[in-house]
């Protein structure tokens, strides 16, 4: 949360004194320069400031902030970041995750936390592989990739975090990748300032054990084609000349076609304040996977109650209630047993 009071703040501040030790060329590096140059332009404290994370190359994400942080365990941040967001409502929480932390082990972590709407901001990165065990599967790998652990090819279809978070109702989710600085930042921003769960997915590259995933739709030729820029209240059209759009495809879901092509009415107009999250989930199908042209951007911002203050609220009540704080009433009420 913006604090007006907060003295001004350069990059150089929010940097730690640690190495940054990840591959050279990995796609992490130019995620955490991101970060590091948007915190001074919040109006934040660095010691109002918490980084979570999990286990994988992402995690190691806390070392390299001049913050608070917590390298916590396998899938387990969002667990650890709910019970900070809730417990210190003043503090700024953010989780940083890989595809394998978030989505394997902590999946089951990951949904309840965004159902909930709990204030914090997951930054996923997705490099659709298991970097830091040396190469193996992971939730988000495509169907038939070989691996170590699948040298047959994966019989799995990966997940699209974008959707499941949607389906899990998060109120706010936006996709970026690790090549646009600028809209990384933009992105972050939005997730931060945003009351509530935010989940960004980041595009992200590792150029050791899966180089070249996204270079389909993120190779300098291949963007302008293949990335389409959603865009609160404007027409979903892209291209060099937006010669092509996303238009209603006549049974509920969406399509790609040529904006001559289309009338004016069937080019479909973006909505990301749309409580109905149907529109935003279609969207986030349109692309299989990183090779045909993909949305990035915001797909939903709505508001929503949010978790921590919802509980403060039933503490405060429960605090003003007559005979209130009796533990031995508690556990004496309702169905009771003694057994001998």
């Not at 503090?91 to 595809?99: A, E, T």
């Not at 270079?215 to 209240?233: C, V, W």
């Not at 403060?312 to 047993?337: M, N, R, Y």
Request: charged share 20%.
């Amino acid at each position: 949360m913006t604090d007006l009071l907060a003295p001004p703040t350069t990059r150089k501040d929010w940097t730690s004194d640690q190495e940054v030790r990840w591959c050279p060329g990995c796609g992490d590096y130019s995620i955490l320069a991101a970060v590091q140059m948007l915190l001074p332009d919040l109006g934040v404290r660095r010691e109002n400031t918490v980084f979570v994370s999990g286990i994988g190359c992402a995690a190691r994400f806390p070392y390299y902030m001049n913050t608070y942080g917590m390298h916590s365990i396998h899938g387990r941040a969002p667990a650890i970041a709910t019970g900070l967001a809730v417990s210190r409502p003043d503090l700024d929480v953010w989780v940083v995750s890989g595809d394998g932390d978030a989505l394997s082990i902590g999946g089951n972590h990951l949904i309840h936390a965004l159902r909930r709407n709990v204030n914090i901001t997951i930054l996923l990165f997705n490099n659709q592989i298991y970097g830091l065990t040396k190469g193996q599967y992971s939730p988000t790998s495509e169907s038939g990739k070989i691996t170590k652990s699948t040298p047959f090819g994966s019989l799995e279809t990966p997940f699209n975090p974008v959707s499941l978070a949607l389906g899990a109702e998060c109120t706010f989710v936006a996709r970026t990748h690790d090549m646009d600085r600028k809209h990384m930042m933009e992105m972050f921003r939005r997730a931060h300032e945003h009351q509530g769960a935010s989940l960004v997915e980041i595009y992200q590259n590792c150029n050791v054990f899966n180089d070249g995933a996204f270079e389909d739709i993120l190779a300098k030729d291949a963007r302008a084609d293949n990335l389409i820029s959603l865009e609160h209240g404007q027409p979903i059209k892209f291209g060099a000349d937006s010669q092509l759009c996303v238009a209603h495809d006549g049974n509920g879901g969406v399509r790609i076609a040529n904006s001559v092509d289309v009338e004016d009415a069937e080019v479909i107009v973006h909505d990301e304040k749309a409580q109905n999250p149907a529109l935003a989930f279609a969207l986030s199908r349109l692309a299989s996977g990183p090779h045909t042209p993909t949305p990035i951007g915001v797909f939903r911002s709505v508001e929503m109650p949010e978790y921590g203050s919802q509980v403060q609220a039933q503490i405060d009540h429960a605090k003003s209630q007559k005979g209130s704080g009796d533990l031995e009433a508690l556990l004496s009420s309702g169905p009771t047993w003694t057994v001998e």
